[in-house]
């Protein structure tokens, strides 16, 4: 077996499912799971109805390049998103995936040398798909810490530049996960000219990009970055999007990457060989959603509702604050966010994630102990419900 399947650390889910090992929550309580990012929203009507419509296409081998129609409407999405002036060439800058946790994972494959002693660098807090592409790539995973004391974003310039020397590969996600954080065109800015200086690739996770709070404040884009730069050709930069935040829908398994044309390329025949190539029915739905603004809005009005309701609750007992986007809290509990997960699950029957899953140990500490993630993904009245039974608990809990 490959070596480095030693080195991968239990998922954070399997992790709470231990901890919750040998607890009985209250069975008058229903059970209410603010875990996971899986959106729970009614997926778009239209959408639902082009893929049942494209099931005839079941019996056609799906080419790895999509379909022309899948890249220019991604590519046109990408285009009134992010104001590109029409630089993103749909046949050579972009490719359908199969979601972007699979394809953050298969890019760090065909981008790491093996045997060059790599560093892959990464925010701590993170998705842990960068960890385990890293490793499995050959690579050492980098954490930057992602702390209150620099807005929850990965301070760059704290890095070495003999460490950034080392970095073949720079994972960075905005909007958060799991703060919710946001990156500007200056901190792009200041990536990519690392990235030249120090010839590594940016891998910019998007996929939270459509889930914001404030209409007239979209996240930017590392695309939309390199346009205002005048980078028409993307070098070194590869986005990564997905329709499972954007339009409610993680059983699709539907999303795509941009960027780099020559980067791209290599991606494609990796992916050749790979057998990843998204199937032509979710193709075909996918072209219906990324061609629909209106279900994204409406998304965005649902998860505002839930913020405006919940935090209000929340507030007076718990350290929160309202993200810039995505959908998740995360509050300093204020001690062991293991015990506080468990005992909340214990007495109240609501289920959140240990902030200490999602990040690693490093010289100052791991930054995610002490605080918990909340997804809120359930419907309004579940997320209030919850919001006021963690009042309760805190309000009850023993010092």
Not at 192 to 205: C, K, M, N, S
Not at 316 to 337: E, K, M, Q, T
Not at 339 to 350: C, G, K, M, Q, W
Request: aromatic residues 10%.
């Amino acid at each position: 077996m490959h070596p480095a399947l030693e080195g991968l650390q239990p998922y954070p889910f399997e992790r709470l499912a231990r901890l919750h090992r040998g607890v009985s929550p209250p069975a008058s309580l229903a059970p209410i799971a603010l875990s996971i990012g899986e959106p729970k929203h009614a997926a778009p009507p239209a959408v639902v109805k082009a893929l049942v419509d494209s099931l005839g296409a079941l019996g056609t081998y799906p080419a790895t390049a999509g379909l022309p129609e899948f890249r220019r409407s991604a590519a046109g999405w990408l285009e009134r998103r992010y104001k590109l002036g029409g630089a993103l060439d749909p046949d050579t800058m972009l490719l359908p995936v199969n979601g972007t946790r699979e394809a953050l994972f298969a890019f760090a494959q065909a981008v790491i040398d093996p045997a060059a002693g790599s560093l892959v660098a990464m925010p701590n807090p993170f998705y842990q798909i960068y960890e385990g592409a890293a490793l499995l790539a050959g690579a050492t995973p980098y954490f930057l810490d992602t702390t209150a004391a620099h807005g929850f974003v990965p301070d760059l310039e704290a890095v070495p530049a003999e460490v950034w020397d080392r970095v073949r590969l720079l994972y960075l996600c905005s909007p958060g996960n799991p703060t919710g954080a946001v990156v500007d065109e200056a901190y792009m800015a200041k990536a990519i000219a690392l990235a030249d200086r120090h010839d590594f690739v940016i891998a910019a996770d998007e996929c939270y990009g459509d889930i914001y709070l404030e209409e007239s404040a979209p996240p930017p884009g590392f695309l939309g970055a390199c346009r205002r730069l005048g980078r028409t050709g993307f070098e070194r930069v590869v986005v990564f999007h997905s329709l499972s935040k954007r339009s409610s829908v993680p059983g699709l398994r539907s999303g795509f990457v941009a960027g780099d044309p020559a980067i791209l390329e290599r991606f494609r025949l990796y992916r050749t060989y790979h057998g990843c190539a998204l199937p032509v029915h979710v193709q075909r739905a996918s072209v219906v959603a990324w061609d629909d603004d209106l279900h994204p809005a409406e998304n965005r009005a649902l998860y505002k509702a839930k913020f405006d309701a919940v935090l209000p609750i929340l507030a007076p007992v718990l350290d929160v604050r309202r993200p810039s986007a995505g959908f998740y809290l995360w509050p300093d509990v204020g001690d062991d966010d293991e015990a506080f997960a468990r005992e909340l699950y214990a007495t109240e029957n609501v289920v959140v994630l240990p902030g200490s899953y999602l990040a690693r140990d490093g010289a100052a500490g791991n930054p995610g102990r002490g605080r918990v993630r909340i997804s809120l993904v359930a419907g309004l009245a579940e997320c209030v419900e919850a919001a006021h039974r963690i009042r309760h608990f805190i309000e009850n809990r023993r010092p």
